[in-house]
């Protein structure tokens, strides 16, 4: 953990931040009030839901749907020495702070980019926009951070679409045009939830590095206990919309006073275990036979996946290591017809599959509430006809997964990274499938609903005999869940 003695300026304070989403019956935040001081990165902690994310959508003031009924946000801004209450602001006004002077590492990587043009089309562009672009330099600059970031071949990544890459090198690469641009106060939420233990490590120390070299003010909310102890100098305890812990990052972490903060550092806690490899149960139930997979970018080859084989059985729990950029999602993506592979083949053995994405998002209508994703699954996959039985098994899957039924009437982008997970895992389950692929499905999800979701799945699969592929970068994890693994890299099972 770092820390740091020289903070002497308040450079964002928030008093008093009463916030709720259009349509919703309650607040999302209960009046709640902070400093963050120049040069000190301090994180917010709390489960999913707790209002986390809807800080900063507030800092930030361009959702339309996340409105403050109460309360103040002053920014004193690093360039200027001006101070601006950004509540009082137009959008317009509030929009030409955005680079320089604030920077923001979005939750959902696929938000960041847009999908068919080059990442380094669009890094040219943000830093064009921002005053910051130099042609003769531009190159070397973004090779340095993308090396930092933990890429080893930067002009690769530069010359790729978002599409072309994994969750985690989007997230990566998102994180790093930020760290380039070095803004004054940078808002990063969750930037570290779809990376393996290696490139978390690199992101944490980059955005310690920028705190040091570019005297940047951070606020990082996560729900991975460990970042926090690493980056923070501060850390908010955030509970059902309200502070219930402030302090001292080491303090809090070593000696924690309230309950619930108790709660969510035991719940951090995962016990890795070797386990035995047993017989297979049952009968094979999907065969993966001499896959390979190759992406094309102009004259650019990258081999995705080269001779996969893997048998899944009935009521097995099969898990998937590997860093990011692996093939982990290549993998799933054509064993659910999403993709077709160059060579070699799939045979499901006559059973139904369901995928549980990556980007939760990204997976849903972004315009539509999500029941209307859950009530199209039960109508079209499951074959359920009564609108009355669909609501009963939507409420009954909702309960299960410990979501409010308000929730399913909001959008999916008015629900935290945790909520629309949920809801992702929900609208997967009511198809009813015999084999259920899921990529990174607790990524995104604090310790407590991680572990919820862990054991909601353990027992769908004992009590149903669904058979799971789980994908995921946090071996401890799998270790925990499954019953065999299998490790991956650079396409390959090893």
């Not at 902070?34 to 301090?42: H, N, Q, S």
């Not at 015999?434 to 027992?459: H, R, S, V, Y």
């Amino acid at each position: 953990m770092q820390t740091n003695d020289s903070h002497s300026r308040i450079v964002l304070s928030v008093k008093g931040a009463r916030v709720t989403y259009r349509g919703a019956d309650k607040e999302t935040l209960h009046g709640i009030s902070f400093d963050v001081m120049e040069g000190e990165i301090l994180c917010i902690v709390g489960e999913s839901g707790s209002g986390k994310s809807t800080v900063l959508r507030t800092i930030l003031g361009m959702d339309d749907d996340c409105i403050m009924t109460q309360g103040s946000i002053v920014l004193h801004d690093t360039h200027d020495g001006k101070e601006r209450d950004l509540c009082l602001m137009k959008k317009k006004e509030r929009r030409k702070l955005y680079g320089k002077t604030i920077g923001h590492i979005s939750q959902d990587p696929e938000q960041a980019f847009m999908t068919v043009r080059s990442i380094e089309t669009q890094w040219r562009e943000t830093l064009r926009d921002n005053g910051l672009y130099h042609k003769d330099t531009f190159m070397d600059e973004a090779s340095e951070v993308l090396k930092n970031a933990g890429f080893d071949d930067p002009v690769k990544i530069l010359i790729s679409r978002p599409y072309e890459l994994s969750g985690g090198m989007r997230q990566r690469a998102a994180a790093a045009l930020e760290f380039l641009i070095g803004p004054g106060l940078l808002l990063a939420d969750e930037p570290t939830s779809a990376l393996d233990e290696s490139s978390g490590e690199k992101i944490a120390a980059e955005l310690i590095r920028l705190k040091y070299d570019k005297k940047c003010t951070e606020i990082v909310v996560t729900h991975n206990l460990e970042l926090a102890g690493r980056i923070a100098d501060r850390i908010l305890i955030l509970k059902d919309g309200n502070i219930v812990e402030a302090g001292d990052a080491k303090n809090i972490l070593a000696d924690p006073q309230h309950e619930y903060t108790k709660l969510i550092t035991e719940a951090g806690k995962i016990e890795s275990t070797d386990k035995v490899e047993d017989t297979p149960r049952g009968e094979c139930c999907l065969k993966i036979r001499d896959i390979g997979m190759t992406y094309m970018s102009g004259k650019n080859k990258t081999e995705a996946l080269s001779d996969v084989n893997i048998s899944l059985y009935e009521g097995e729990k099969l898990g998937i290591v590997g860093e990011n950029g692996c093939g982990k999602s290549t993998l799933l993506r054509i064993i659910c017809g999403l993709l077709r592979p160059d060579s070699g083949g799939i045979d499901l053995c006559g059973n139904k599959v369901q995928m549980i994405f990556q980007s939760p998002f990204s997976s849903f209508h972004p315009r539509r509430p999500v029941w209307k994703s859950l009530d199209e699954i039960l109508h079209n996959i499951a074959g359920v006809r009564s609108k009355c039985e669909r609501k009963k098994h939507i409420l009954g899957m909702l309960k299960e997964l410990d979501l409010d039924e308000g929730l399913m009437y909001r959008r999916p982008f008015e629900l935290s990274g945790g909520q629309c997970e949920r809801f992702a895992i929900a609208r997967a389950l009511l198809a009813e499938p015999g084999i259920l692929l899921c990529d990174e499905p607790t990524a995104q999800l604090d310790t407590m609903t991680q572990k919820n979701i862990i054991e909601l799945l353990d027992k769908i699969n004992k009590e149903k005999n669904i058979a799971i592929i789980f994908v995921s970068h946090n071996k401890a994890l799998v270790q925990s869940f499954c019953d065999r693994v299998i490790y991956m890299r650079d396409g390959r099972v090893v």
